[in-house]
């Protein structure tokens, strides 16, 4: 059962932290790294493009390796398998067919703003019109058993938030098991600040859970989202990527109080590591790729990350780049030994079949 949907007599409404879907940033190593920290409750994939076929088993196991155990990374973490599409009878069909492989959840993105994916009916262009937002959850709700949670993740419109109320109760009334809110229009991008205020609104006018999403950053923004939604779940995404440790901090899950400095050295295995994985798993330019990507997020966060970043930039050759990684990092240590309290499933796993 996903944590959202848990409560307790003690907690009827538990805090609920979940990684967001980040497109070529957030795929299943990634995953896997971050869930191994700590604080998350569920992750979201990378969208999955549905046009007008039923993908074959092998893109959804590619796209979601999860799924070959249990719908969950290493440490047991949840993950929902997200769709992008415009036409509710070939979104049904991929979503019976993920759901029949093991997917936890499905998630619908309508949120995404890329003007190459609206232009081909996919993404934040379909909040324009609520009804198309009804007809696609319907389509999914009813291709899926009743156990699997069906979810939309939306903006808070294209233009502007007129149809904000509109498009959340189509989703309701579809059979929507929560809602998630990026909490900015398609037109404002991610550009500052996320409108928090909306989702308190919203909160009067729905009865499904809500999630916010956009600008929690830091402990204090969250905080200051938490008061102003008033709500108890709450995506991050690009934070996560920048501050490895938020979601536990958030959570206050037996964090010691390290220096700037001790929390880099963590930094730096947990970027070895992950260089590792994808060089293991994909290959070595995959990992350059995927690993400067990731040191570019650090460098809002992680004053460090600007010297590593700038040393090791201009290396292409797969090589090359691996050695002077290792040399300019200030742990200067080969065998990159498992972080205290963090798992990293460095053997072989059935991932290796699919990617």
């Known amino acids: 059962m996903i944590h959202l949907l848990s409560s307790t007599s003690e907690d009827p409404n538990p805090l609920c932290l979940s990684l967001a879907p980040m497109e070529g940033v957030t795929d299943w190593i990634m995953r896997d790294i971050l869930t191994s920290l700590g604080g998350i409750d569920f992750c979201v994939t990378e969208f999955l493009r549905v046009t007008k076929n039923l993908h074959p088993n092998k893109v959804f196991y590619r796209h979601c390796p999860e799924l070959l155990t249990e719908s969950k990374t290493s440490v047991g973490t949840p993950v929902i398998l997200q769709l992008l599409g415009g036409d509710p009878l070939p979104m049904g069909e991929n979503a019976q067919r993920a759901a029949e492989l093991g997917a936890a959840g499905i998630d619908l993105n309508f949120g995404c703003p890329a003007k190459t994916v609206n232009r081909h009916d996919g993404g934040a262009v379909l909040l324009k019109a609520s009804h198309r937002l009804y007809d696609i959850t319907k389509s999914v709700r009813q291709s899926v058993p009743a156990t699997i949670p069906v979810s939309g993740k939306i903006r808070l419109g294209f233009e502007d938030a007129s149809l904000f109320v509109e498009n959340a109760l189509a989703l309701q009334e579809a059979g929507a098991s929560w809602i998630t809110v990026h909490c900015r229009t398609k037109s404002q991008g991610y550009r500052p600040p996320a409108h928090w205020h909306f989702i308190s609104h919203l909160k009067h006018k729905i009865h499904i859970p809500v999630i916010a999403n956009g600008d929690i950053d830091s402990v204090h923004s969250f ?17 996560g990527l920048s501050n490895p440790f938020l979601f536990k901090k958030i959570k206050n899950l037996n964090v010691v109080a390290f220096s700037e400095e001790e929390e880099w050295n963590q930094i730096e295995e947990l ?4 260089y590792s994985r994808c060089a293991h798993h994909i290959n070595g330019y995959f990992a350059t790729a995927r690993t400067k990507q990731w040191l570019k997020f650090l460098l809002t966060k992680k004053p460090p990350s600007i010297e590593l970043f700038n040393k090791i930039k201009i290396y292409k050759d797969p090589s090359e780049f691996h050695y002077h990684l290792l040399k300019n990092l200030k742990s200067n240590n080969n065998d990159t030994p498992l972080l205290s309290g963090m798992e990293v499933n460095k053997d072989k796993t059935p991932h290796e079949a699919i990617c």
Do not use: D, L
């Open 271 to 274: 970027i070895t590591h992950f």
């Open 223 to 239: 905080n200051a989202c938490k008061e102003i939604t008033q709500g108890h779940a709450f995506m991050i995404g690009r934070a």
